[in-house]
């Protein structure tokens, strides 16, 4: 298991931008798929952005060409950095770690978009 722990949310006028971090308690060098949800009010949480172990990407469709995924294996650091900011990207954004088949959370970081 890993504990995760997001950073970097916050509130920010549409068309901003903003830097997520998820620091891992232990190296995420083997572990395969790493990612980023969100939870909007009221909706159900849905995949934003995953990474693999070798840097494969995917984005969910509302989010390409504005999110950007990464990984810092040395750092144990999941980042997702968002721009073009839309007021519907607001929501509680999750950072994901898939070991031994079963799935890690972080608590979670809010991020508020404003028009």
């Known amino acids: 298991q890993v504990q995760l722990v997001e950073s970097g949310g916050g509130l920010v006028q549409a068309g901003g931008s903003l830097r997520l971090s998820c620091a891992a308690s232990?190296?995420?060098?083997?572990?395969?798929?790493m990612g980023w949800y969100r939870q909007a009010p009221g909706k159900q949480r849905e995949l934003v952005a995953g990474i693999t172990r070798g840097g494969r990407t995917n984005y969910a469709d509302s989010v390409k060409g504005r999110f950007t995924i990464s990984r810092d294996n040395l750092k144990n650091t999941v980042y997702l950095q968002m721009n073009s900011l839309k007021p519907e990207d607001t929501a509680v954004y999750y950072c994901?770690?898939?070991?031994?088949?079963?799935?890690?959370w972080g608590q979670g970081t809010q991020v508020t978009v404003s028009s």
């Open positions: 232990r190296s995420i060098f083997n572990i395969y798929d």
């Open positions: 994901n770690a898939e070991v031994d088949g079963s799935p890690n």
